[in-house]
């Protein structure tokens, strides 16, 4: 976001009307060019409301990101932590650099946000975009379990921030009731056997306006939870990874085996499941494996799935 369009977007951020002259005058710029950045604000998704007439206002006030609140509840040294305004992706933004360990990137939208599976990923300003870079020794061989523990991560710091029914549907999707809150996309390069790093996006929803157009039932933390911060969230996933991705590293992927149950979102489901080669079948959802795969019981044989797209279809 320019500083330009910035000074306007924390103006409205507070969620009051605010009259298109009051704003020229504040801004030093004129009426028209006021409107002009509020349609550049519309652009990236911000949903703001009225005309220079009525004044302009945003349905639901925006808690702005802030560093030092960030840093304040922040409870893992070896992170270092950057906020910036609206980037293209945070994931190909940190992707960019070396080296990129420990490096937080979290922005407050995103025009290009990439989803799993090339899909495009709605990022409109004030929810959660968090880039995390990673570097392993494991290698890549051990790292396919990744996903989950960050799936699970974020389930955990969402449940304590008050959204008890928030699940993980395989193999990190984060859902409530069956639509969508939020979803991960880890994105790791290096050896199969020796170092190599990850750069892991989370992306929440925590405001989404009524009329947003995604192809699955979403969902948004504020329609779960009264009074959560933003800032303290993402403090709480930060605190979380630098806890959980360590322990993966060293100790691989036993110990999170076992809390998968208390976040499975697909235990004992019908689902269906498309393969990247085309297999397409439908099955029962039986948990996972020690390696973190998908096991699905379809006819009389229990399939474990390393990577494909699985969707509920029943109770
Ligand atoms: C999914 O498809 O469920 C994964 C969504 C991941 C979105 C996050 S937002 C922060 C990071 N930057 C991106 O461009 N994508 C991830």
Not at 140 to 148: D, E, F, Q, R, T
Not at 220 to 241: E, K, P, Q, W, Y
Request: aromatic share 6%; hydrophobic share 40%.
């Amino acid at each position: 976001m320019s500083p330009e369009l910035n000074e306007l977007y924390v103006r409205l951020a507070d969620g009051r009307r605010h009259n298109g002259a009051g704003l020229a005058d504040e801004l030093g710029i004129s009426r028209a060019a006021v409107w002009k950045r509020i349609e550049s604000l519309r652009r990236i998704g911000l949903p703001v409301e009225g005309t220079a007439g009525d004044g302009y206002r945003i349905a639901h006030p925006i808690e702005l990101l802030d560093a030092d609140a960030i840093r304040q509840h922040l409870n893992a040294p070896s992170i270092e932590l950057e906020v910036v305004g609206a980037v293209d992706s945070t994931n190909a933004r940190l992707a960019a650099r070396t080296p990129v360990h420990g490096h937080a990137l979290v922005a407050e939208a995103q025009k290009a946000g990439r989803g799993r599976r090339g899909r495009e990923w709605l990022s409109p300003p004030g929810g959660i975009y968090l880039s995390l870079g990673w570097h392993f020794e494991s290698g890549l061989a051990g790292l396919s379990p990744l996903s989950l523990v960050v799936g699970m991560a974020a389930a955990r710091t969402l449940r304590e921030a008050g959204a008890d029914a928030v699940g993980v549907k395989w193999p990190n999707d984060l859902f409530i009731s069956d639509a969508k809150l939020g979803g991960c996309l880890v994105e790791v390069s290096g050896a199969a056997e020796g170092p190599c790093q990850a750069i892991i996006g989370i992306g929440i929803n925590l405001e989404l306006p009524e009329s947003s157009a995604l192809d699955q039932p979403w969902t948004c933390l504020s329609r779960h939870v009264d009074g959560f911060s933003r800032n303290r969230l993402i403090a709480g996933l930060l605190t979380r990874l630098a806890e959980d991705l360590p322990q993966l590293d060293q100790s691989g992927f036993d110990a999170f085996a076992g809390q998968w149950r208390q976040f499975d979102a697909l235990a004992g489901r019908k689902v269906h499941v498309s393969m990247a080669r085309g297999e397409n079948f439908g099955g029962l959802a039986e948990g996972i494996d020690d390696q973190g795969r998908l096991l699905v019981q379809h006819g009389d044989r229990i399939q474990a799935l390393a990577s494909g797209e699985v969707s509920v279809r029943g109770r």
